[in-house]
């Protein structure tokens, strides 16, 4: 009785602490899975083209164009990747950060910068879309950080903490309240008994995935500290001694047509979504993608191309990598629902709304059974709204 009631009172503190947060986060998260469909809703007068093939050749001058638009005016920009499209009826795009705007709070993320969009037939360059003001960026950006870069996330992955404690509190509490009770009958006479029953049974039916996003919250919000502190390094990937001036390897042309003969050669199953040559005087290619319905981070799958001959330094396959390396890239992928498309992310949305309003049932129980204020529910829920208010003006 001792043990129930210290965990009754741990499951209770943690969620008034934290609830109100925590709904927050869980709500925009349900909504932040389809940050990429979105995106290319966003930019479909740029991304989408009538074209038959890819011209691989035409590649490097995209490159020259995008990086002359980019270095334009006060911006210092820095090549992110460039996005290849699984079929011709999308552009190629080439996406830059830029390194003049970089702070510890980048409200709005100024630092996404542009990407610059390519017919793949022609080469036409068909204009540009401002990255950081996406709403897809912003969905993804107060989820993960809320709008404060590395300060946001760590804060995050904190209250991902007293998630995990409230959970499993609520573990041992639900074994108990439950005793020989049918968790699927909800009582309606009282507000309160609706609110304890209905409360139990989302927490139980969604235990698995409250704990996963939990853990992962925790993960992914204090990655650098815990990747730190217990010296994980990110698997696959690779860099080498410079052997080339940074002038020297930029001016060297990448042939796309031999680096997806050399990627399909080393990982047939690869689905190329970014390559990015060296410009620090490496002399590589580095090739990123994905293989189909697989819950992994996204392109975590790897190669490493040598610029000169286009053979392969290094070859990352989840698949076939170690349980770290496989760990490591679960993460993300299953945090995100990644594997199914657009399945699981309806999936992800319905149980992130579900999930997000266990706080709330947790908050009117409370209420109900100690007669005290909703102060706590009614701060959180007025601050996130303003702030993201706020953030959507800026």
């Known amino acids: 009785m001792r ?50 093939d890819i011209d691989f050749s035409l590649v490097p001058a995209m490159l020259d164009r995008a990086e002359q638009e980019a270095s334009a005016g006060e911006s210092k920009a820095s090549l992110i990747s460039i996005h290849m499209p699984e079929d011709p009826g999308r552009a190629i795009r080439i996406s830059f950060f830029n390194q003049a705007e970089r702070n510890p709070f980048d409200f709005g993320q100024p630092w996404l910068f ?18 950081g003001n996406a709403l897809s960026q912003y969905l993804r950006a107060i989820h993960v950080r809320i709008f404060a870069s590395t300060p946001g996330r760590n804060l995050v992955g904190i209250f991902g903490f007293f998630m995990l404690i409230s959970v499993l509190g609520g573990l041992f509490i639900v074994a108990k309240y439950l005793a020989g009770r049918s968790m699927w009958v909800i009582r309606t006479k009282k507000l309160r008994f609706a609110s304890i029953d209905s409360h139990i049974l989302v927490g139980v039916v969604l235990i698995l995935p409250s704990l996963f996003f939990a853990i992962s919250g925790v993960w992914l919000g ?32 990448t ?8 990627s399909a050669v080393a990982y047939p199953k690869l689905i190329i979504e970014m390559i990015k040559p060296s410009q620090d005087g490496q002399r590589l290619i580095e090739v990123r993608g994905k293989t189909r319905a697989m819950p992994y981070e996204r392109v975590s799958q790897s190669i490493y191309l040598d610029k ?16 770290g390396a496989k760990l490591f890239f679960l993460q993300e992928g299953l945090h995100f629902g990644q594997f199914w498309g657009v399945y699981s992310q309806v999936l992800y949305l319905i149980m992130g709304l579900v999930i997000g309003a266990l706080p709330i049932t947790g908050y009117l129980i409370y209420y109900l059974r100690a007669r005290k ?21 800026v």
């Open 3 to 52: 043990l129930t009631k210290r965990l009754w009172a741990i499951h209770s503190w943690s969620g008034r602490v934290s609830g109100g947060f925590l709904g927050f986060i869980l709500i925009t998260g349900a909504f932040a899975v389809f940050a990429d469909p979105l995106y290319n809703w966003e930019s479909r007068h740029l991304h989408q083209v009538a074209a038959t």
């Open 308 to 323: 000169a001959d286009y053979s392969v330094l290094s070859l990352h396959n989840t698949h076939q990598a170690g349980w």
């Open 222 to 253: 204090l990655q650098g500290h815990l990747q730190a502190a217990f010296k994980i390094e990110r698997p696959g990937v690779f860099e080498r001694e410079p052997v080339l001036t940074p002038e020297e390897d930029k001016a060297i042309s």
């Open 114 to 131: 542009r990407s610059y969009f390519f017919h793949p037939e022609t080469g036409e360059y068909l204009g540009w879309f401002e990255d």
């Open 373 to 393: 204020p909703l102060k706590p529910l009614i701060f959180w829920t007025s601050v996130a709204l303003v702030y993201a208010g706020i953030m959507a003006w």
């Open 255 to 262: 042939d796309i047509g031999q680096v997806y003969a050399a």
